[in-house]
């Protein structure tokens, strides 16, 4: 079955702890990334990946890292969170310029 | 004004009514998307336009390049459509950027 898969669904942790938000395809799709999703601002890309090594910031991509070693990863790293990165997370891939598969989203909360 | 501007924004119909859900772009584009947020969060996607009219049961999406504009049209609606409904262009000088609407929440009474 094609699937992106996140993890963790939920998390809630400090300022300051460094988290990671996994994001795995099944699909071997080129092009994979990272949004938020916040009551009235909708959705933002925070990065993107075109493909292994090759990454590029998004509109929002302060306080995030990301890297791209596998084709099928594509992990989100926080590495000292604030409160300002509460929201709902969402990983997506595709191929080029074709159909977009997201995960189930991961809602974070740094206290 | 937004890149990617949706209309309306709230949506009350009821069951078996035609539906019309707009979006209008103000940049060049490679892509548009049309996806579907059900209560609980997750997205799917529904339609990827680049020209033309596309068709998947009940669901039309329809692009008009030169006025820039996409609608997404839900024919005989039904309470299960309820839902948040949202547009996103990828840009034609990237073929991986995305840039999102604010969405449409439709909500089909029975």
């Known amino acids: 079955e094609a699937q992106v898969t996140q993890n963790p669904r939920y998390l809630i942790t400090v300022t300051g702890k460094k988290l990671t938000v996994t994001c795995s395809q099944n699909m071997n799709h080129e092009y994979m990334s990272w949004y938020r999703q916040d009551p009235g601002l909708g959705l933002r890309q925070i990065y993107y990946s075109m493909n292994v090594e090759v990454t590029d910031k998004g509109d929002v991509p302060e306080g995030y890292k990301v890297s791209r070693k596998e084709k099928r990863n594509f992990p989100l790293i926080l590495e000292s969170p604030s409160p300002n990165q509460t929201s709902l997370y969402f990983c997506?891939?595709?191929?080029?310029?074709?159909?977009?598969?997201f995960g189930e989203g991961s809602r974070l909360t740094v206290l | 004004k937004n890149e990617v501007e949706q209309s309306p924004q709230n949506l009350t119909a009821q069951e078996g009514e035609f539906i019309t859900i707009n979006c209008s772009y103000s940049?060049?584009?490679?892509?548009l998307h049309w996806l579907q947020q059900h209560p609980g969060g997750g997205i799917v996607s529904l339609f990827m336009?680049?020209?033309g009219k596309k068709k998947h049961g009940r669901l039309i999406a329809t692009i008009n390049i030169q006025e820039k504009h996409s609608s997404l049209h839900i024919t005989a609606s039904h309470p299960r459509d309820s839902a948040v409904y949202i547009c996103a262009s990828t840009r034609e000088t990237s073929g991986s950027r995305l840039t999102f609407g604010e969405g449409t929440q439709l909500t089909v009474n029975p």
């Open positions: 940049v060049g584009i490679s892509a």
């Open positions: 336009l680049s020209s």
């Open positions: 997506a891939s595709t191929r080029a310029f074709g159909e977009l598969f």
